[in-house]
């Protein structure tokens, strides 16, 4: 045998060399295939290999300009460990297959959580705390560590790469696919909460043209959505088409109609992207169309195009009057902002059509302005429509009496304008409160046009129309908002109260010359300055204190209705006596007492004052404290009373003080009893 090894010739000898030539080949060629593999698997793990497939540039580029473009796409898209990189490469090799054998033209690939948070990259510590993401303080253990919707969401499920030109980052879209899809019945989700994302706007912002504050409102607990409607569009509806961009077999789409069971295999397991299965959830100061979110649906029986009360609100419809849309229309108010039914009254009736039904339902009143407005726009609905009623009451038979005979083609068209205009306002059926501007503008037109048609006619009303209009003031603010202010013969104010109706329409002022525009509402002078027009000489009557110092004189005189009388120690003196002759008048003082009266007056004077306000001190404890809030209403308005009157008298004691320390007395001993 050794023999035979040895001798070169023999056949084992042969064999041996062929096996160890073979042997030798062989282990070249697996070193071959080795580094072959190694650098095959080396440079498929790389980007640039990536993008070698067309269809694979988009995701390549938008890698690029993403906060990952320093980590390569292995790192994502497999999951970290030797036996998770292979079924990866395997995975991605069979994409390939299948891309080259035109299977499937779309590539796709999962990112689990567990390539997020490999060492160096993300970790669970760095998901505490809020982060910022637009306006809106982020929080992503609420998201991530816990579940949403009953789904446990994974980092894909936020962090797309769908939307084109960006991969891997967030989309307001997925937010708003999840806080804002309805639920079963059509609602939407407790977390749809605004409050939960945005706290109210600390900052004045301008809403259509205005100065807007947030916290008016909200303070008194007005809602985000009662003025925000329009807000969120769409449903997030999932079309059957939209499953066949992902699945070709019949069979993969017949348990379409299980939520619950494809939102575990596609969010939970896979990560699949939202918007893949969903239509977009838009959200946002989005263009206003109440009725194209379905959630505020009133056209299915209120008709858009035919419904008046929408067309005044818009501030359209009325034949030659410009438009003006109102206030809540330019503000995307809408009409479930009104129609709450705050301001139904009665028990809800079952028996009862649902035409009336629902009519008691959506009532919108005074409640519902003050609900978002405040108790200053108290009366304020009620003056709309008492003077917007009152117009075309007036109006109707004013155009009746203008009917026009066959023949003057002018004549027929304004009273066919006019006959449509009035005609809109009653079928608008809110008497104003939709738009009172508009409303107003409308009347006055058909005013304007009546006229004309009793002039051509030749009848002696023509004019009568609109001389009976509302009052137009140059500021605006009589046109809208203070609609009918001239109805106020007298407003309170301190001292007394103040003859609104005089002013305006004697005196022919506008709001803007008493009141700041800017700061609304607030006098445009200190009140001693009214004295610029009502001190003067006038030789024509004689000055009337009274009509602005009412209070002044009562307390002088010692007579203020529901008190006990007084009389004034000084009962012959006269207001000029002490204050002087218009125009030089004065506000007297402790010395100008002593001018008529011996130097002790100044004392008096002195001890009034000091005494009057610890009154005053008094009756304001008693009235926040214990005994205040056990005493009647009766004893309690009575005590209110006094301290204004006190107020607005403004001279403490000095007037009588005998009568203000009798008026409080009084009012203390009832909140006593």
């Known amino acids: 045998m050794a023999n035979a090894l040895q001798n070169p010739r023999s056949p084992i000898s042969r064999t041996l060399r062929v096996l160890r030539a073979l042997f030798v080949v062989m282990a070249a060629g697996l070193l071959c295939l080795g580094l072959l593999g190694f650098l095959a698997v080396e440079q498929t793990a790389q980007p640039a290999f990536c993008g070698s497939c067309h ?85 992503h253990r609420d998201h991530v560590l816990e579940s949403r919707r009953g789904r446990q969401l994974q980092c894909t499920s936020c962090h797309n790469h769908v939307l084109e030109g960006e991969h891997f980052n967030v989309s307001e879209s997925v937010c708003f696919s999840c806080h804002f899809m309805p639920e079963a019945d059509g609602s939407l989700p407790p977390h749809s909460d605004c409050l939960i994302c945005h706290g109210p706007p600390m900052d004045m912002i301008e809403v259509a043209g205005k100065d807007f504050v947030h916290s008016d409102f909200t303070g008194r607990g007005v809602r985000c959505q009662q003025c925000h409607t329009s807000v969120v569009k769409g449903k997030g509806e999932v079309r059957q ?52 979110s379905g959630q505020n649906d009133c056209r299915s029986c209120h008709q858009l195009s035919h419904d008046p009360g929408l067309a005044v609100l818009a501030g359209t419809g009325a034949v030659g009057v410009p438009d003006r849309p109102s206030r809540m229309t330019e503000t995307m108010v809408d009409c479930l902002s009104c129609h709450t039914g705050f301001s139904s009254t009665g028990e809800r009736d079952p028996s009862l059509p649902f035409s009336r039904q629902h009519a008691q339902d959506a009532t919108a009143g005074e409640a519902d302005c003050i609900h978002c407005h405040g108790t200053k726009f108290a009366g304020m609905l009620g003056r709309w429509q008492d003077t917007v009623g009152a117009q075309v009451a007036r109006l109707g038979p004013l155009l009746e009496a203008a009917r026009p005979a066959e023949g003057d083609p002018q004549l027929r068209a304004d009273w066919t304008a ?90 022919e002022l506008d709001c803007g010359q008493c009141h700041q525009l800017e700061d609304h509402g607030r006098p445009a002078f200190p009140r001693q300055d009214c004295g610029s027009c009502h001190h003067q000489p006038d030789e024509s009557e004689e000055l ?57 007056y100044v004392e008096y004077f002195n001890d009034w004052r000091t005494s009057t306000q610890e009154y005053l001190d008094q009756l304001r404890a008693l009235l926040a404290g214990p005994e205040g809030a056990a005493a009647s209403p009766e004893a309690r308005a009575k005590a209110q009373r ?32």
């Open 642 to 673: 006094a301290l204004e009157l006190t107020l607005q008298d403004g001279s403490l004691g000095a007037h009588n003080a005998f009568l203000v320390e009798s008026m409080i007395q009084e009012a203390v001993d009832g909140l006593k009893e």
């Open 418 to 507: 006019a006959e449509y205009n009035l005609g809109l306002l009653r079928r608008d059926r809110s008497v104003g409160a939709h738009n009172p501007a508009y409303a107003v503008a409308v009347a006055r037109d058909v005013a304007d046009r009546i006229d004309r048609m009793h002039l051509g006619l030749g009848l002696a009303s023509a004019g009568d129309a609109a001389q009976g209009l509302p009052l137009q003031t140059a500021s605006g603010c009589a046109d809208s908002c203070h609609l009918g202010v001239e109805s106020f013969e007298r407003v309170p104010m301190a001292g007394g109260s103040f003859p609104h109706r005089k002013h305006l329409l004697e005196a």
């Open 241 to 292: 088409e939209r499953c066949h961009t992902c699945h070709e077999e019949e069979g993969h789409i017949s348990r379409i109609g299980e939520p619950e069971f494809l939102h575990e295999q596609h969010v939970t397991e896979h990560g699949v992207e939202c918007f893949q299965c969903h239509d977009e959830i838009r959200h946002g100061l989005l263009p206003h169309d109440p009725f194209e």
């Open 55 to 139: 269809n694979m540039v988009p995701y390549i580029d938008t890698w690029r300009a993403s906060a990952h473009a320093d980590v390569a796409c292995i790192e994502c898209h497999y999951e970290p460990g030797a036996r998770e990189t292979l079924l990866g490469k395997f995975k991605a090799i069979t994409q390939v297959a299948k891309y080259v054998t035109s299977t499937e033209s779309k590539p796709y690939a999962e990112v689990a959580d567990q390539s997020c948070l490999r060492a160096g990259c993300h970790s669970v510590p760095s998901l505490t705390g809020t982060i910022p993401f637009g306006r809106v303080a982020f929080e």
């Open 544 to 600: 009337d204190c009274a009509g602005c110092h009412g209070t002044q004189i009562g307390m002088f005189a010692g007579e203020l209705e529901g008190f006990e009388p007084y009389p004034s120690p000084m009962p012959d003196l006269d207001c000029s006596d002490c204050h002087g002759e218009a125009p030089e008048l004065a506000r007297p003082d402790a010395e100008t007492c002593a001018m008529c009266h011996d130097e002790d």
